[in-house]
């Protein structure tokens, strides 16, 4: 993953971290068809995100373990 790419990863979980955000919200801000900017493609795939809800729910966008965790660390490493 290029250094681009991952503070934009950064950015993409910070911005899910600050408050719920619903998939379709998500999607508007985050969806590209550039293969070269594939943010909340690659935080799925590397479990960063999930989806969580029902079909009585709006689907929210939730940071993983794994995605608070990078968040944090990333937070340390720039102090």
Do not use: H
């Given at each position: ?11 993409f979980l910070a911005w899910v971290a600050e ?61």
């Amino acid at each position: 993953m290029s250094d681009a790419l991952r503070l934009l990863t950064v950015q993409f979980l910070a911005w899910v971290a600050e408050r719920p955000r619903t998939y379709a919200e998500t999607m508007e801000a985050w969806r590209t068809s550039c293969p070269r900017l594939s943010v909340w493609e690659d935080a799925t795939i590397a479990g960063l995100v999930r989806l969580e809800g029902n079909a009585e729910r709006q689907t929210m966008v939730k940071l993983t373990a794994a995605g608070q965790a990078a968040l944090e660390s990333q937070a340390a490493a720039a102090r």
